[in-house]
């Protein structure tokens, strides 16, 4: 008997590392195939997964939403990546030793201020010396409470995040509507397509029954909103609450005011720099650099949305930033 129930455990056992693995080697497969293009590496950011860091090595933290990331383009075409070549050009030296300076993409689509906070603490391991804040878009809508990477339980307890979910998510979507997402949904399914949704569905219940057994076991402890709080309030206390935890952590913080996108987007951003002004004037770790007036969104040849940067418009921004950068890195 006694061995009929161990051999029952081993085989359940076995059973759920088999399932594990097989939805591991499934993600890892996704992350290699489309973090270049749309996706994050399996640590959660955007680019190459960093190593341990070099004797003289500097690492730069950028935050903010989409137009960090670098939506519509590849990570090598964002502006980290543009920041991280130009910071590279021409090797600072102190003390006759070489510094190398690596840009982390920390940023994701549709994330504001309210995201900054978690995700400086989530990636706090990557041992970064400086911050650089780039938000602000994201938050002409009111209280934006969208955190992607912190929101999932498998990134909390491990540090490895999942793409698995995402892509059947879009694929089923994409299946659904015949291969096009412009379509609308169809109703009537060849037996091909029959298969393919079963084994979607299947793979998206299995990966969703982990998330939510490991939500109800490592509970995502966010504060509780103050209601309180207007539009632009909101985003200040949320660009400060960034900014303090920075400076506690002995950080370097750049806060970069960005090229207007309305009238409301100049209104919140002459607000974040009064902000600056009137609780860190003198702080020598802090400092900001106004873009507002820098470039048009309007320009066809730097920004293709009227939001996102084209890559060369990317460029500029990102030149401008490493100039402010060497004047003030030690």
Request: charged share 20%; with cysteine; net charge positive.
């Amino acid at each position: 008997m006694l061995k009929k129930i161990i051999f029952s455990c081993l085989a359940v056992l076995l059973g759920i590392f088999f399932t594990f693995g097989l939805l591991l080697c499934i993600d890892l497969y996704l992350h290699k195939k489309f973090s270049k293009f749309a996706g994050l590496n399996y640590r959660g950011y955007r680019g190459e997964v960093v190593g341990k860091k070099e004797p003289g090595e500097i690492r730069i933290a950028m935050l903010g939403g989409s137009s960090v990331f670098g939506y519509g383009l590849t990570h090598d075409q964002a502006m980290p990546a543009h920041l991280e070549r130009k910071l590279n050009s021409k090797i600072f030296s102190k003390d006759h030793e070489l510094r190398k300076f690596t840009v982390l993409n920390l940023a994701y689509n549709g994330e504001g201020a309210y995201a900054l906070y978690y995700n400086l603490k989530d990636f706090r391991y990557l041992n970064y010396n400086i911050v650089v804040f780039y938000s602000g878009y994201n938050d002409l809508n009111p209280k934006n409470r969208f955190v992607f990477r912190h929101s999932n339980p498998i990134f909390r307890l491990s540090g490895y995040m999942p793409i698995l979910p995402m892509c059947i998510t879009e694929k089923l979507k994409l299946v659904k509507r015949g291969g096009k997402y412009s379509n609308p949904v169809l109703h009537n399914f060849n037996a091909k397509d029959t298969v393919k949704i079963a084994a979607l569905e299947q793979m998206s219940h299995l990966s969703g029954g982990v998330e939510n057994t490991l939500n109800r076991i490592w509970v995502d402890n966010q504060e509780n909103i103050p209601d309180s709080l207007d539009q632009w309030s909101w985003f200040l206390h949320y660009m400060k609450k960034a900014i303090d935890y920075a400076l506690t952590e002995n950080k370097r913080v750049i806060v970069v005011l960005q090229p207007y996108f309305s009238d409301e987007h100049r209104k919140q951003q002459c607000e974040l720099k009064k902000m600056l002004v009137a609780n860190y004037s003198g702080n020598s770790n802090l400092g900001y650099l106004d873009l507002g007036e820098f470039l048009s969104l309007k320009d066809s040849q730097v920004c293709f949305d009227g939001l996102h940067l084209t890559s060369s418009g990317y460029e500029l921004v990102a030149n401008r930033i490493a100039d402010y950068l060497k004047s003030t890195v030690d």
